[in-house]
């Protein structure tokens, strides 16, 4: 199994709302990642977790809250919302965080509206 | 601090071959990957190299000249599938970001 499974695949939420957004993967890697991409840009990095422990917040908002309740699941908790940020939420991992890793396999993506 | 720079678009024909080049400036070097993302799909992995040369991988190609800061993916035979955005991108000198070019568009024309 190589695959990296986000769900939802699409979601709008109002401004005033509270969601999650929920990745999985079952290959024993042991860093995983949250990434924000905007149309025709590339991904930007928000989080990593290594070794289920937060290892890097790229200075993003409050208002997403990243979690990783054990080795395979990852979690980014959305509430307060601005339109702007609607965008496609990556969800990726790798076998692990250290120098070398070379290869991250990606999720298909949570396309995201704010309205 | 850390950046790649790549074209924004290439466009060549079906069957023909295409290199894309990414030159990249960071303060420490693990290697240089490659993906591939068509429209409203995931990026997906297509190579890596570490060390200087030329890594075969069936249709694609990748190359890296670490002296020269530079490398390219090279793709053969294309296809119109191969149509898709392609990224160039090296992980930081923790080992623990990747941080990606942005991006060049290739149109494969019949």
């Known amino acids: 199994d190589t695959e990296v499974t986000q769900t939802p695949k699409h979601l709008v939420m109002g401004m005033t709302n509270k969601k999650s957004l929920k990745c999985e993967q079952h290959m024993g890697h042991r860093a995983m990642y949250w990434y924000k991409q905007k149309a025709k840009k590339p991904p930007e990095l928000m989080f990593v977790y290594s070794y289920e422990k937060l290892s890097i917040n790229e200075s993003v908002p409050s208002r997403f809250s990243p979690e990783c309740p054990n080795s395979s699941l990852l979690n980014l908790h959305l509430h307060a919302l601005q339109p702007e940020d609607s965008a496609l939420y990556l969800c990726?991992?790798?076998?692990?965080?250290?120098?070398?890793?070379?290869?991250?396999?990606f999720g298909q993506g949570t396309r995201l509206t704010v309205v | 601090g850390q950046s790649l720079e790549q074209p924004s678009e290439v466009t060549a024909v079906e069957g023909a071959i295409v290199q894309i080049n990414c030159t990249y400036q960071?303060?420490?070097?693990?290697?240089l990957s490659w993906y591939q993302q068509h429209d409203g799909g995931a990026p997906t992995f297509l190579s890596y190299?570490?060390?200087?040369g030329l890594e075969e991988t069936g249709r694609f190609s990748s190359f890296l000249s670490r002296s020269d800061s530079y490398g390219y993916l090279l793709l053969q035979e294309l296809q119109m599938k191969d149509s898709a955005s392609y990224f160039c991108?090296?992980?930081?000198?923790?080992?623990?970001?990747?941080?990606f070019g942005a991006g060049t568009r290739l149109f494969v024309k019949a």
């Open positions: 990726a991992s790798s076998q692990d965080p250290g120098q070398g890793t070379r290869e991250a396999f």
């Open positions: 991108a090296v992980r930081d000198t923790g080992g623990f970001k990747t941080i």
């Open positions: 960071t303060s420490g070097f693990y290697g």
């Open positions: 190299n570490a060390l200087d």
